[in-house]
C-alpha cells in the first residue's frame, strides 16, 4: 500500500464509495420484503399497515395477496404480515405471508365446488357428529319426556275393562293425552342440502 | 471572456451539466476568501445558481472549489412518506422542499397520483425513482431549481457564427466547439441531434464545450 495515502484519504475514498452503493441499493428497498403491524383492514378489504423499519412509510390501500385464488380474509388489528412492492413498484404494494395473525373471517368462494378431503373434518373443537342424508335417527325410549298429543278415531273405538262395561268411543271424539315411546322408533335422514355434502 | 463566481475572478472552470441530475463545477478562483451560500457563477450570459459542496483547497494565492447546481440539499435524506390521492407536483415539490430546493415553474407534473410510497433515503434518489416511474426526466436548471416533465427537445437557438466546431468523435457521439458564451444545453436539439450531456470548459485562453449526444440522435 502506498504510504502517502493517508487515513483521511482512505475515508474520503470509502465515504464516496458508500455514497455510490447507497445510492444503489436505495433502489433495491422496493424489492425487500418488509415485516409490518396492520393497524387495521378497511372495508374493501385493504390494509393500513405500519412497518418496522422507518424506511418504508406507512401505508394504506395495502392488498392483501392471499396465494390462494377465491380466499378473502379478515383479520384483526396487531396481526403481523410482510409487506412487499410488486415489480418494486411504489404505487403497489400488497402484504403476504402472515404471522401471528388473528383471523376475523374466512370466505372461500369457488366457481363450481369446495372439496375437503379428509379422514376428519372438524368445524368446532371437540363439536358432535354430524348427521347425513341416510344416516339413522333414534326416537324415543324409556327415558324419553312424554309427548302431548291428540288422536282423532275415523273409526268406531270400542273400549274394554271399563268398571261399567265396554264402551265405544265415537269416530270424531278426539282423544288428549301423552305418549311415552318404551323403546326408540328407529329411522333415516331422508333429505339434505344438496349441495353439502360429507 | 470575464467570468466571475460572486463577483470574483473565475481563473478556470469546468462546468458539467447532464441531461438528468444535477450539474456541477470545478472552479478555481482568484483569491483565498471564498463566498458561501448561494453563489452565482457568470459566464457569458449565463448566471448558475449554485452551492459550494465541500470545504475549498487554497494553494498560492487561488482558492479551488467545486460548487453543484441549487442548494446542495439533493444528496440529503428525506424520510418515508405515504402520498395518496394527490398529483405529482405535490410529491415532487413536497420532497425538494423538505431539502431546501425548489421546483421550477417550468416543469411540467399535472398527472393525478393514487398513492406513491416514498422510501426514506437521498432526495435525489427519490426524485429520480419518481421520475422514471412517471416516464419524465429530472434535472437542475441554470437557476438553481428543479426541472421535472417530459423532454420536448427544443432547437438550442445557437447562431452558426457563435461556435466553431472542433472535434468529432462519431463513434462516441461526440463533438467539441469553441464556444464563447455557454448557452448550449443538454436537452435541446443542437446539429439535429439530441444533446444528452455538455461540458463547458472556461479558462484565460477561451472557452470550449464538449457536447455528447443521445445514442440514438
Not at chain 1, 433502489?27 to 383492514?41: A, D, G, I, P, R
Not at chain 1, 379422514?119 to 319426556?145: F, I, K, Q, Y
Not at chain 1, 271399563?162 to 271424539?173: C, L, M, N, Q
Request: proline share 7%; charged share 15%; glycine share 10%.
Amino acid at each position: 500500500m502506498d504510504s502517502n495515502l493517508t487515513d483521511a484519504t482512505l475515508d474520503r475514498g470509502k465515504e464516496f464509495l458508500r455514497l455510490i452503493i447507497r445510492a444503489v441499493l436505495s433502489e433495491l428497498l422496493y424489492h425487500v420484503q418488509w415485516m409490518s403491524t396492520v393497524v387495521v383492514q378497511d372495508d374493501d378489504g385493504t390494509l393500513q399497515v405500519q412497518p418496522d423499519s422507518k424506511l418504508i412509510p406507512g401505508m394504506k390501500g395495502v392488498k392483501i395477496r392471499l396465494g390462494l385464488p377465491g380466499v378473502e380474509v379478515k383479520v384483526k388489528p396487531q396481526a403481523r404480515v410482510m409487506v412487499g412492492f410488486e415489480n418494486g413498484d411504489p404505487q403497489k404494494p400488497y402484504a403476504h405471508v402472515w404471522d401471528m395473525a388473528t383471523l376475523d373471517s374466512i370466505k372461500f368462494t369457488g366457481a363450481t365446488s369446495l372439496n375437503i378431503n379428509a379422514p376428519t373434518v372438524e368445524l368446532v373443537p371437540d363439536g358432535l357428529a354430524t348427521a347425513r342424508s341416510g344416516d339413522m335417527v333414534a326416537v324415543g325410549g324409556p327415558a324419553m319426556t312424554p309427548v302431548p298429543c291428540t288422536i282423532v278415531p275415523t273409526a268406531p273405538i270400542t273400549v274394554a275393562g271399563s268398571p261399567t262395561g265396554p264402551w265405544t268411543i265415537v269416530p270424531g271424539t278426539p282423544i288428549v293425552g301423552a305418549i311415552v315411546l318404551q323403546a326408540p322408533v328407529y329411522g333415516t335422514v331422508v333429505s339434505g342440502n344438496p349441495n353439502v355434502k360429507s | 471572456m470575464f467570468a466571475s463566481l460572486n463577483g470574483i475572478v473565475l481563473l478556470e472552470g469546468r462546468i458539467s451539466v447532464p441531461r438528468c441530475g444535477a450539474w456541477h463545477a470545478d472552479l478555481s478562483i482568484d483569491g483565498t476568501s471564498v463566498p458561501t451560500g448561494t453563489l452565482s457563477l457568470v459566464v457569458g450570459s449565463q448566471t448558475f445558481s449554485c452551492t459550494a459542496l465541500a470545504r475549498p483547497a487554497t494553494y498560492a494565492g487561488t482558492s479551488y472549489l467545486r460548487v453543484v447546481g441549487g442548494k446542495g440539499g439533493l444528496p440529503k435524506q428525506v424520510p418515508a412518506q405515504q402520498f395518496v390521492g394527490t398529483d405529482g407536483k405535490t410529491i415532487v415539490s413536497q420532497t425538494l422542499s423538505a431539502v431546501g430546493e425548489s421546483l421550477s415553474s417550468t416543469s411540467s407534473l399535472g398527472m393525478g397520483v393514487d398513492s406513491w410510497n416514498r422510501a426514506a433515503g437521498q432526495a435525489s434518489t427519490a426524485l429520480s425513482k419518481f421520475a422514471n416511474a412517471a416516464g419524465l426526466s429530472w434535472r437542475v436548471l441554470v437557476d438553481g431549481t428543479v426541472w421535472v416533465g417530459s423532454e420536448t427537445w427544443p432547437n438550442a437557438g445557437l447562431n452558426p457564427s457563435s461556435y466553431i466546431q472542433s472535434d468529432n468523435f462519431p463513434s462516441e457521439a461526440f463533438i467539441e466547439i469553441a464556444l464563447e458564451d455557454p448557452t448550449l444545453l443538454p436537452g435541446t436539439l443542437f446539429l439535429n441531434r439530441r444533446v444528452s450531456m455538455v461540458v463547458h470548459d472556461v479558462g484565460s485562453d477561451g472557452s470550449r464545450t464538449k457536447v455528447w449526444f443521445e445514442g440514438d440522435s
